[in-house]
């Protein structure tokens, strides 16, 4: 994914390079086509601002997420097979 | 996964393997959901997951003793948990429709980040530049958190060939660094990245049609 774009860069090639900006993977000659291309485009700005907030989105799901059944009945298998710490 | 340093968590195995309940309770704090999570990559539903994760903590009460320290605390408790979710979630696939519709590829092949009808053609004015751009989110923040924006995607996640829902779910969902997603999951770099790529456009596009239709 990392591979030169030849000539200008078009939004079909931002788009796949766009996992690769956000990680910073994208080579220094790469990196600057894509961000002379983002100055022009405000579709490809939009689509990365909208790959942002699908992280961000992702992320936020997954830490409202609890669980308490698992984590009662983990602490009571420990506690049975191998408890006796409990106190100090 | 390495979450603390190695002198901290020598003293956590040393004081697990005494049966130190706090210790014990503290580490299913931090663990249990990200664990949860990860094993909805390979199981179709909650109850299930649950089962996994119960499964996975009678493996670390039962193992703790036999840890030899060759990778970290967390990293050995998440392949406990990858080995009984993806048994389970195999068992789980011959018996569920849903799953038999999958794709036949893990890792989702060769797929554009973006259907190629929103882009001009070949012949256009501009080949390869949108035609039908994507536009700014509004409130995207409040949206996102809404029960129907989950659903939206929860619903992708479900789609995604299993590779790049593992990924997707370590880097994007339980914020891992790419070097601990791909320890756990034994990948390449590279291979690791491409599946995040994958997984993310995909749900990025559930996500662009959601907000489409509440605006139109």
Redesign the interface.
């Given at each position: 994914m990392t591979a030169p774009v030849s000539e200008e860069m078009n939004c079909q090639q931002f788009v796949e390079l766009v996992t690769d900006l956000i990680e910073g993977r994208l080579v220094a000659g790469v990196r600057l086509e894509a961000e002379a291309h983002l100055d022009d485009c405000h579709g490809c700005t939009a689509y990365l601002q909208q790959m942002r907030h699908t992280i961000a989105g992702l992320r936020a799901l997954a830490a409202s997420e609890e669980f308490p059944r698992t984590r009662e009945r983990a602490i009571a298998v420990f506690a049975e097979l191998r408890g006796g710490d409990a106190a100090n | 996964m390495p979450r603390s340093q190695p002198s901290d968590e020598g003293a956590l195995v040393e004081?697990?393997r005494?049966?130190?309940?706090?210790a014990?309770?503290q580490l299913?704090?931090e663990l249990?959901?990200?664990l949860?999570?990860l094993a909805l990559a390979h199981v179709p539903s909650?109850a299930v997951a649950?089962d996994v994760?119960?499964d996975t903590?009678?493996g670390v009460?039962?193992g703790i003793d036999d840890f030899e320290g060759r990778s970290s605390l967390r990293t050995w408790i998440f392949q406990i948990l990858l080995n009984i979710a993806r048994t389970r979630g195999k068992r789980e696939k011959r018996a569920l429709p849903f799953s038999s519709l999958r794709r036949r590829d893990p890792e989702g092949g060769d797929e554009?980040?973006?259907e190629?009808s929103r882009?001009e053609g070949p012949r256009g004015e501009?080949?390869?530049?949108?035609a039908r751009?994507?536009?700014?989110?509004q409130a995207?923040?409040e949206r996102?958190?809404t029960e129907a924006?989950?659903d939206v995607?929860?619903g992708a996640i479900a789609e995604l060939p299993e590779r790049q829902r593992e990924v997707?779910?370590l880097r994007?969902?339980?914020?891992y660094s790419?070097e601990e997603a791909r320890n756990a999951l034994d990948l390449s770099e590279?291979n690791q990245?491409?599946l995040?790529?994958r997984a993310?456009?995909k749900?990025?596009a559930a996500?662009?049609r959601y907000f489409e239709e509440a605006e139109a």
């Open positions: - | 004081a697990l005494r049966g130190d309940e706090a014990f309770a299913v704090d249990n959901g990200p949860t999570r909650r649950e994760v119960g903590w009678l009460i039962r554009p980040a973006v190629p882009f501009h080949p390869g530049h949108w751009p994507p536009v700014e989110w995207p923040e996102l958190a924006a989950r995607m929860l997707l779910t994007d969902m339980l914020g790419a590279t990245r491409v995040l790529h993310r456009s749900v990025r996500l662009e």
